[in-house]
């Protein structure tokens, strides 16, 4: 297993120095070097440590290239950047699918690690209305918060919550301690709920190996999640819905089927009245399930977390961001062709898989209009109703599942074409069951349903859908 390889002999001055005079002076070389194994040498002392410049006395070039996840930019992505954009006005039929809940008040696009939870408070209100399970990806307070309040936190007001965060931590993103032991710094998981999660997959192997233990630190949180409710509209929980899948093999079909059986539907769609699961960036479920890239033995790190070299010693890169941010350097290992056709390669396949969801995501809004438009007709043919609304359901999930993925469909193109082809023909069944019932009635529905988009606060200049002709 990995472990962070540390300077033995700068870690006993350090013990000696702080017992004998109270006082941290320098190392003359704080850089891990092998001896970690050695358990009868201290560890790090940075248990309980959240805040990453305490880590910097001992790993100053990793916590060098973790302050640029500071940078923001989107220049370099196509559909992705780290500036917070409006994703709904990026693909507006999104306004249509997602009004009725937060993602449809807002929905933007993700900066970087460092801002987790800022960026979390600066949002509507509105998406942080499930209360204090909100903050479970976001600040590494989270353990504590679990172990001082339980899961009682999860349904408390959120500023409630946020309020027990101390004040020097109560800024702090992603941190060091949510991915390594403050003791020895080897890799480790830090959250309960990838835990659980693992415990109710099939499949999982007894023994991580280094790749499927730095792969895992990522699947702390880019999974989809759900969070269970009470009658009361109370979040009661948060779980991965994994337990119907399998280990490489964490399909959409899965995480519906225990959506449906275990009644986790968190909220109500305003246009169509149905009851609705939610999914959310899936990295790790696409990427693990049959991607070239996964099945060849790469890890998320292996792309995200590209060698750097920093005062002359080679570190391993801790700016999350797009590869294209960073120049494609991940990628030169194995990829011989020059980085401007490793790019565009990259972008042709997003654009090939972004037609396929903006058709997908209108044909699943001209759905839901066809929906409200059959709900208000009176007598319109019930069964056929209920088909329209099964089949929608299904689309939803199909849609978002890609849509909400983090990498327009770059970490599994085929899968993702597989799911969001699914979603397309779903939508076209239930815009055809919807209208069927409204024909039935005797009622002819209109041609094409206007999207209202007015409605929202739709700013068309973040467009970035493909331009599909509605119908
Ligand atoms: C999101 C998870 C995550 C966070 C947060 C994180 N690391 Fe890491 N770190 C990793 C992974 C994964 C690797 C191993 C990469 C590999 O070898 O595949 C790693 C490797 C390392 C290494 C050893 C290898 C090297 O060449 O750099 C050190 C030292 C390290 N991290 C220190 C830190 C420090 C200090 C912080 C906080 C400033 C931090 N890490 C935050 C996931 C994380
Ligand atoms: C504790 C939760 C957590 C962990 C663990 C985590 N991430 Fe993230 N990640 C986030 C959040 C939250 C965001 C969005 C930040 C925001 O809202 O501004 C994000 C954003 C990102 C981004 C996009 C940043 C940008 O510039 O747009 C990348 C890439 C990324 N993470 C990769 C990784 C990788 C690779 C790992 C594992 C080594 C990892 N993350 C582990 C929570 C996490
Ligand atoms: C083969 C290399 C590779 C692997 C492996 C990989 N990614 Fe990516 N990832 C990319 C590329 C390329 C993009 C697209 C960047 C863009 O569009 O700007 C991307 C995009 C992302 C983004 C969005 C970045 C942004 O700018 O908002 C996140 C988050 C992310 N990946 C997380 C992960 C996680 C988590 C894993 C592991 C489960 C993973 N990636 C595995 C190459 C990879
Ligand atoms: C460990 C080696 C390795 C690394 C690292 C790697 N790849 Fe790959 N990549 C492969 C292999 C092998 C294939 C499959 C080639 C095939 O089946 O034709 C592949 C396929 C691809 C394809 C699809 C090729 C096509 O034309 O359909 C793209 C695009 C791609 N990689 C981009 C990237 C990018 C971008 C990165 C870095 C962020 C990256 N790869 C990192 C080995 C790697």
New binding site residues.
């Given amino acids: 297993m990995?472990s962070?390889r540390m300077d033995v002999e700068c870690v006993k001055r350090f013990f000696i120095i702080l017992v004998t005079a109270g006082l941290l002076t320098g190392c003359s070389s704080r850089q891990?070097a092998p001896g970690s194994q050695d358990k009868t040498v201290p560890g790090f002392g940075l248990e309980g440590k959240l805040d990453?410049a305490d880590?910097?006395e001992?790993?100053p070039?990793?916590?060098q290239t973790?302050l640029l996840n500071l940078e923001g930019g989107s220049d370099h992505s196509t559909f992705r950047g780290s500036d917070a954009f409006d994703r709904n006005s990026a693909w507006p039929f999104q306004w249509v699918l997602f009004d009725g809940w937060g993602m449809g008040k807002e929905y933007v696009e993700s900066r970087g690690?460092t801002y987790s939870l800022i960026d979390q408070l600066k949002i509507d209100p509105a998406r942080r209305a499930a209360g204090g399970v909100c903050l479970t990806c976001k600040t590494p307070y989270v353990p504590e918060l679990m172990e001082q309040m339980g899961i009682g936190y999860f349904s408390l007001p959120y500023d409630e919550v946020y309020a027990q965060i101390p004040e020097n931590y109560n800024k702090l993103g992603?941190?060091?301690i949510?991915?390594?032991d403050g003791n020895t710094?080897e890799?480790r998981l830090s959250r309960w709920t990838i835990t659980e999660a693992l415990a109710g997959l099939d499949g999982v192997p007894e023994q991580f190996n280094?790749?499927q233990l730095?792969m895992l630190?990522?699947a702390q949180c880019h999974v989809t999640y759900s969070i269970p409710k009470d009658e009361d509209n109370n979040s009661v929980d948060l779980i991965f819905p994994w337990h119907r899948a399998a280990w490489d093999n964490i399909t959409i079909e899965a995480i519906e089927q225990q959506i449906k059986e275990d009644g986790l539907y968190e909220w109500t769609h305003a246009v169509t009245g149905i009851k609705l699961g939610h999914i959310r960036h899936p990295e790790f479920e696409l990427f693990t399930n049959n991607s070239f890239h996964y099945n060849i033995g790469l890890?998320c790190?292996?792309c995200h977390?590209p060698e750097v070299t920093i005062d002359g010693e080679?570190?391993?890169s801790?700016q999350?961001t797009s590869p294209f941010k960073q120049g494609l350097e991940s990628c030169s290992s194995c990829h011989g062709q020059s980085r401007q056709e490793l790019k565009d390669r990259v972008i042709s396949i997003q654009q090939d898989i972004n037609k396929l969801f903006t058709e997908a995501g209108f044909k699943a809004a001209q759905a839901a209009k066809a929906i409200e438009f059959a709900n208000n007709t009176p007598k319109a043919d019930e069964a056929l109703l209920s088909e329209a609304k099964e089949a929608y359901e299904k689309a939803y999930y199909r849609i978002t599942f890609i849509g909400a993925e983090n990498s327009m469909g770059f970490h599994n193109p085929t899968e993702a074409r597989r799911v969001l082809n699914d979603g397309l023909r779903f939508a076209a069944t239930a815009e055809d069951r919807a209208r069927e019932a409204v024909i039935a009635a005797g009622v002819t529905p209109p041609a094409v349903f206007d999207l209202e988009l007015e409605k929202y606060p739709y700013n068309p200049e973040e467009n970035r859908a493909y331009n599909f002709q509605e119908q």
């Fill in positions: 990995h962070l891990p990453p880590w910097a001992f790993f070039r990793e916590y973790y690690h992603v941190s060091c949510d991915c390594h710094g890799l280094k790749k730095s630190t990522c890890s790190s292996d977390m080679k570190t391993r801790h999350w």
